[in-house]
């Protein structure tokens, strides 16, 4: 008599026992359950695969929260944008061309108010110093890339740059210079740069300050109440990039393992100071 058939009815089958177990586990969140799919998966590079971690990515991701400097910030951006609007001049657009023009075809020369033009080549500089310091925060930004809003400052200025500095996330932990793009890592991060952008810094103030007679400053006075919508607006611009700098200037400090009132100290001097601050700081460890 065979006692195989009734020991083998008496044993739970193996379908069974495995639904018990998973009846047992706890049920996973979503973020971790397609990061499990995503390791099990067979065709882990396939662009389904993409899509699932760019969802438990943002999931992860910090929500975003008003904090009192991003307020400060947007007022900055409100506050640039209703100078462009109601309190520069208008009708200017063929005066602030010719305006340009001058300053592309004779630099330097007297032909243009010399505050104004010290002024409008300093917006050259300080996007040169925005790059420089946010760059190396820039990786895994969860709401807007880096690279569009630093280039567009060139031309733009707070008005590219600002919303990009509202929706960021500070980065302040110390990063490898190894992991930085080509960009930052050769050039943003050399000495040479900043001591050529602090070179073409100091020029301009010094040739904005020699140059600052009484005739000068009253023809300054006219152009930002009478005869330029582009000084006016860019004076402002100018202005509140130099305020909003204070938070990437602190961010870099602590990156790169300084006490932030050293950096803070050279924003004190606008455009000069954030130059020397990239000529002075440390450099990231490979």
Request: aromatic residues 6%; positive net charge.
């Given at each position: ?59 992860d991701a910090p929500s975003w929260s008003p904090t009192p400097e991003r307020v400060a910030l947007g007022a900055g951006w409100v506050a640039l944008a209703s100078t462009a609007a109601l309190v520069a001049p208008s009708g200017t657009t063929a005066f602030d061309a010719e305006l340009v023009r001058g300053l592309v075809t004779a630099p330097f020369s007297g ?176």
């Amino acid at each position: 008599m065979s006692l195989a058939p009734s020991a083998a009815a008496a044993l739970p089958s193996a379908s069974a026992v495995a639904s018990v177990r998973l009846a047992r586990r706890p049920a996973l969140a979503p973020g971790r359950l397609a990061r499990v799919a995503l390791a099990s998966s067979p065709g882990a590079r396939n662009v389904g695969t993409r899509v699932v971690v760019a969802r438990a990515s943002s999931a992860d991701a910090p929500s975003w929260s008003p904090t009192p400097e991003r307020v400060a910030l947007g007022a900055g951006w409100v506050a640039l944008a209703s100078t462009a609007a109601l309190v520069a001049p208008s009708g200017t657009t063929a005066f602030d061309a010719e305006l340009v023009r001058g300053l592309v075809t004779a630099p330097f020369s007297g032909a243009t108010n010399p505050i104004f033009e010290a002024l409008f080549n300093s917006l050259g500089v300080v996007p040169a110093v925005y790059a420089a310091l946010l760059l190396p925060g820039a990786k895994d930004q969860p709401r807007c890339p880096a690279a569009l809003p630093i280039a567009a400052s060139f031309a733009l200025g707070f008005f590219a740059l600002g919303p990009y500095l509202i929706l960021r996330e500070p980065r302040a932990a110390p990063v490898p210079r190894s992991s930085l793009g080509w960009l930052a890592r050769v050039v943003l991060e050399s000495k040479p740069f900043a001591a050529l952008n602090a070179a073409f810094a100091l020029f301009l103030v010094a040739y904005g300050v020699t140059h600052a007679d009484r005739a000068a400053i009253d023809g300054f006075a006219t152009l930002w109440t009478e005869q330029s919508a582009l000084c006016c607006v860019s004076s402002c611009d100018l202005l509140v990039l130099s305020l909003a700098m204070v938070g990437p200037a602190r961010e870099d400090a602590a990156r790169r393992g300084v006490d932030p009132a050293r950096a803070l100290a050279c924003l004190a001097v606008p455009v000069l100071g954030p130059c020397l601050w990239l000529l002075t700081r440390p450099s990231l460890e490979e």
